[in-house]
């Protein structure tokens, strides 16, 4: 109990210093009431950061499925915009690629809600459905090409 204490403190602590940091590169003028205004706001969405983590479920830590995603989104964003881009192309020249719904199978260590996140973010697909059956958290996602890194990270079983 007292480690499960000691991460949700680590947690808040690392949200509440990001935050801060943050807001001090964006504001002009660094002053003690600013200073102080940044670091309450920050406290705040450092405490609901943490109660989303909670909701979400899943396991975004090293043990979860956030570390390898976090890796493999910025080839596939890389990837999906070169597919997204071809599709425009392709669109112009009358030949419409208009990509393909599919239902993929989250792994149980994927937090439904920030895999959802994480795979709408990208330029090539988005999800626009989550559901649970037989046991199993099932996506119904839309995208533009084959599957990439990501989406091999946060599902299994290939699409349907």
């Not at 994480?118 to 459905?129: E, F, H, I, Q, R």
């Amino acid at each position: 109990m007292a480690r499960a204490g000691t991460a949700a403190v680590r947690q808040v602590l690392a949200w509440w210093a990001a935050l801060v940091v943050l807001y001090l590169m964006f504001i002009s003028t660094i002053s003690v009431l600013e200073c102080l205004v940044g670091m309450a706001g920050a406290a705040l969405v450092a405490l609901a950061a943490r109660q989303v983590a909670l909701a979400a479920g899943g396991r975004p830590g090293p043990k979860g499925r956030l570390g390898p995603a976090v890796r493999a989104f910025p080839a596939a964003v890389c990837a999906d915009t070169g597919q997204l881009v071809s599709a425009v192309v392709r669109s112009l020249l009358r030949r419409p690629d208009e990509g393909a719904f599919h239902t993929l199978t989250l792994r149980d260590d994927a937090g439904a809600a920030w895999a959802c996140a994480v795979l709408s973010a990208t330029p090539g697909s988005y999800v626009v459905d989550v559901r649970r059956e037989s046991g199993e958290r099932l996506i119904q996602v839309h995208t533009l090409g084959d599957p990439n890194r990501l989406e091999r990270t946060l599902t299994r079983g290939g699409r349907r």
